[in-house]
């Protein structure tokens, strides 16, 4: 193998400099007549490159691409000279004696080498590519791990919908008149941020192309009719129990179009981290036991901050409606005459059932869950709850905010009549990685070991559906597990 690197090999945090190659109409040697060959020429040939391919014998793909006049020029021996005025090479001849000769002729012509598959050899790779031209996303490992780019690029297809790249193009065709009516750089970004994400994108992705470029002159109308305080709204989003993965589209889409996230506590940092950089974050959380933001302020933030146009969003652990003062905030804020619209979000029993493999609902074992909080406003309303309607195995009772209060929990469901060997768990940081759970029939769940954290937000499951749990063993009668 040669080694032509007159460069120094200084540890570099990013080994590899992206940009994009204009080259269309631009020459490009592509060597090798196999499949590993067609399939870069046919890359370059979407990128309007002039390809000249280099390679004595040819497989079906390259013939093809030949026969299609996708490739017109083709040599079948190697000489020096095919690499002057070329832009870049790409050998997918896999004959190393041709890589050397090709390489080193690139090397006195300062022309870049692709050796397909051979990353010690390549002064550049080839990305995975998402195209949704004209936006194209490439995605890159600096050639060390090809299958993880491509795995990260069809995560990225799923975030990245072909409407894309109509919406692009439309974006294009109206940028002058934006430039022309919006003079200050802040007030176009503002706009282009409005339009370009939420709702309005996800309208202009499912029009055609030049009614997408109308809407777009008719939101910047309204916008210079409204000024700056046009347009802001405020979105009740549920975060689910903790797993980035357990959020809907809607809601990721959602946070990261915000202009402010009003915050709980129970929202962890990983998602979080989907907010885009200039999205103020403030926290808002309220945790039993701490001082807490009063409601009246959140509300009159989340109203203040949609007045002023801005793209409010209040996220919250679970679902905005489960336990979450979702219905008072969403009654302020229509009150208040601003917009509000709710994304749903997993609620912390589902989560947590899920993670246990336990059945909510099950036939033949229970036909209803309830979802019940064990903490109210006041205690007397906490010791209002009538114990009797809840005494029922055949219904999965999910308990929130009720771990402090176990024993009672455990003592007054038995005495309103639910059988003491009814199954039960306690899981914390469900959906987390630092998930832990406690199985035991109810009348031993008080006496299990304690969770490792006492902060730790954890919700009581109890009903015959908690035994069909692969953790739980009733032989044990209480087992302890990580989740
Ligand atoms: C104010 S409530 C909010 C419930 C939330 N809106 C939902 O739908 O899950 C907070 C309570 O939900 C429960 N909870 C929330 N996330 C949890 C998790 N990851 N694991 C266990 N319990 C959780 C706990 O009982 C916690 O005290």
Redesign the pocket.
Known sequence: MLHLSSRPDPASPMPSFPIFLDLRGRPVLVAGGGDAAASKARLLARAGADILLLAATVGEEMLDLLESGVIQRRETEFRPELLDGVVIAIDGSGDPDLTDRIRCAAFTRNVLVNVVDVPEQCDFTVPAILDRSPVVVAVSTSGGAPALSRNIRQRLEAAIPAGYASLARAAQRARASVRQSLSIPRDRQRFWDRVLSGDLADRLMAMDEDRAVEEIVASLSRFIAGGRDEGGSVTLV?AG??DPGLLTVSAARAIGSADIILHDA?VPDSILALARRETRLVSVGKR?GCRSVPQEFTNRLMATCARKGLRVVRL?????F???RAGEEAEFLRGHGVAVTVIP?I???M??AAQLGLPLTHRGVARSMRVVTAHCRTSGETDAIDWTKLADPGTTLAL???RDRLGDIADSLIKAGLPPDTPAAL??????PDAEVRFAPIAALPGAPALTNPAA???ILVGDAVALAPGWAMDKMVQVSAA
């Open positions: 549920g129990p903790g129970l039993a919250k652990g679970g679902d905005p489960i336990f979450g979000g609620t912390a029993a989560g947590a929130y905010m009720g899981i914390a940081n469900a959906c987390r937000p954890s919700l």
